[in-house]
C-alpha cells in the first residue's frame, strides 16, 4: 500500500536530521518547515507529471462529434496528448494531427480538399478541420495531470496533496528521494548527493515503468503485408 503524505513527509524528516521533529501531522501543521515539506511535496508530483507519460497517468478518451460543431472541450484532467493515438474509430483510420498554425490556416483557405479529419488544440480545445457533418466516434490518450488518490480512492483524482491521508501514483522511494532533494536545495544547503539520488531512482523508475517489446534494427512497417499461417491458395 502506498504511503500517505503524512508518511512520506514523516520518512523524509527522519532521513534528513534528527533535529527536525517528525510531525503528527502535515496539513494544517503550524510549523513552517513542515508546511514547507508540504509544498515541496506537491512540486515534486508536479514535476513528475511533466517528466514522463507514467503508465498510472495515461488515460484513454472517447466522445461522439456533433454535426456541424467543429471544437470540443479536453477532458478536466488534460494535461497533454499522446502523440499518434487519436482515431476516428467509425471510419476506422487516423486522424491527422495535431496541425500547426501555418497548416490550420492553409487548410482554411479551402485549397486542399482531405478526406481524414485534421485536427489541432486550440483554446484548451481539441478543433477539427473539415467540421463533422455526422456523429464519428473519437478516441484517442493523453496524460492526466491528476496524480494525487484521495484517502479511500483507488484512482488519482487530485493534482495535489491536500490532506495527510493523500497518496499518489508514484513510488514512495522517488517521492523520499525527490522530496529530500527539494529540501536540501530550498534550505540551500549542498544537495549534490540527494540530487544524484534521485536522479538515478527517477531514471530506474521511468525504465521500469512500462516494459516495451524487442528492438529491431529493421523494424517491421505498420503497414506491411501479414503471410496467415497453414495452407492458402491464390
Known amino acids: ?71 470540443y472541450d479536453l477532458p478536466a484532467d488534460f494535461d497533454r496528448m499522446v502523440p499518434d493515438t487519436h482515431y476516428d474509430r467509425t471510419n476506422d483510420w487516423q486522424n491527422r494531427g495535431p496541425a500547426s498554425s501555418q497548416e490550420w490556416q492553409w487548410l482554411n483557405t479551402g485549397l486542399s480538399t482531405v478526406t481524414q479529419l485534421r485536427w489541432r488544440l486550440y483554446q484548451n480545445q481539441i478543433k477539427f478541420y473539415s467540421t463533422p457533418t455526422t456523429a464519428y466516434t473519437m478516441a484517442y490518450e493523453y496524460v492526466s495531470r491528476y496524480w494525487v488518490i484521495a484517502s479511500g480512492g483507488t484512482a488519482p483524482t487530485k493534482s495535489a496533496f491536500s490532506v495527510d491521508t493523500d497518496t499518489c501514483v508514484f513510488p514512495d522511494d522517488l517521492m523520499t528521494l525527490g522530496l529530500k532533494y527539494r529540501w536540501y536545495r530550498a534550505k540551500g544547503l549542498d544537495y549534490d548527493e540527494a540530487r544524484t539520488e534521485y536522479i538515478n531512482a527517477l531514471s530506474s523508475c521511468k525504465s521500469q515503468d512500462t516494459p516495451e517489446g524487442r528492438k529491431s534494427l529493421s523494424p517491421m512497417p505498420q503497414t506491411a503485408m501479414i503471410i496467415p499461417d497453414g495452407n492458402w491458395s491464390l
Open 1 to 71: 500500500m502506498p504511503q500517505t503524505l503524512l508518511e512520506l513527509v514523516q520518512q523524509a524528516v527522519g532521513e534528513i536530521s534528527s533535529d527536525i521533529a517528525v510531525p503528527s501531522s502535515v496539513v494544517g501543521s503550524s510549523d513552517q518547515t513542515i508546511l514547507q515539506m508540504l509544498r515541496l511535496a506537491n512540486r515534486v508530483g508536479h514535476d513528475l507529471v511533466r517528466e514522463y507519460p507514467w503508465r498510472r497517468l495515461v488515460t484513454e478518451y472517447t466522445f461522439a462529434t456533433v454535426n456541424g460543431t467543429a471544437a
